[in-house]
């Protein structure tokens, strides 16, 4: 998506502020923990690795997350 937007408007995209997304590696119990046991503020977004397992398998890790 954001390699679309880059395109679409590149003058925009190169201005928008976004605050640290934290990086899943994946919805493994050890992640899951992770999210569970989160201390610092909340933030509005993470990031998912995708696309290195079936789609049914990164459909089943995004809805574990939310």
């Given at each position: 998506?954001?390699?679309?937007?880059?395109?679409?408007?590149?003058?925009?995209?190169?201005?928008?502020?976004?605050?640290?997304?934290?990086?899943?590696?994946?919805?493994?119990?050890?992640?899951?923990?992770?999210?569970?046991?989160w201390q610092m503020g909340?933030?509005?977004?993470?990031?998912?690795?995708?696309?290195?397992?079936?789609?049914?398998?990164?459909?089943?890790?995004?809805?574990?997350?939310?």
């Amino acid at each position: 998506i954001e390699s679309i937007q880059f395109s679409a408007d590149r003058q925009k995209w190169c201005q928008q502020k976004t605050e640290h997304a934290p990086l899943l590696m994946g919805a493994d119990a050890s992640t899951l923990k992770r999210l569970k046991g989160w201390q610092m503020g909340w933030p509005n977004e993470f990031k998912l690795k995708v696309g290195r397992n079936t789609v049914s398998q990164d459909v089943e890790a995004v809805n574990q997350i939310l």
